[in-house]
């Protein structure tokens, strides 16, 4: 009886664990082709950003939250990518976190040396305008504002990758 009890606590909280893991194991989400959904985030250095404010620039928007070991793995090739394309204002290189504070993101980007400015969001308000079903997440969109390319928590891609998707957009 113990046994089961322990049991059931332990599958009760599997998902919290899995940054991967949702209810949906299908995304149904925005897709390549798509326009970029309407939104409004505010940024740690207090710029508001918004699908108006993409139209004309090439977009890489990342959802993430620190505690997904997938993600963790994938920042780290978006800040290289923010850093190479710095220099360029038409490029726009930002990440949306999944249910997270910006007490923990701030705490994390400073212990791993991470630039890209993010958005803290208690919940998955601006998530669900995407996907459906896991993390990391990354879109890139075009000009004007169509998703030339996304990425699930699958198929993350590498620096090269991302970086050859953005050069065929310049």
């Excluded at 504002?145 to 957009?169: C, H, M, N, Q, R």
């Amino acid at each position: 009886m113990r046994l089961t009890k322990i049991f059931s606590v332990a599958v009760s909280i599997l998902p919290l664990v899995s940054c991967v893991t949702d209810s949906d194991p299908v995304n149904s989400g925005v897709a390549v082709g798509d326009s970029l959904p309407h939104f409004a985030v505010t940024l740690n250095n207090g710029h508001t950003l918004a699908t108006d404010s993409l139209k004309g620039k090439i977009s890489v928007i990342t959802f993430f939250n620190t505690s997904c070991q997938d993600c963790r793995k994938e920042l780290p090739e978006i800040d290289k990518l923010r850093e190479a394309y710095s220099a360029n204002p038409d490029i726009v290189t930002f990440a949306i976190a999944r249910n997270e504070s910006a007490e923990s993101i701030a705490a994390y980007w400073s212990a791993n040396n991470l630039h890209i400015p993010w958005s803290a969001q208690p919940d998955n308000a601006v998530y669900s305008l995407f996907a459906t079903v896991g993390i990391p997440r990354i879109y890139i969109s075009d000009r004007q504002g169509i998703i030339v390319a996304a990425y699930g928590d699958t198929d993350s891609p590498s620096f090269a990758s991302l970086s050859l998707k953005i050069e065929s957009l310049l």
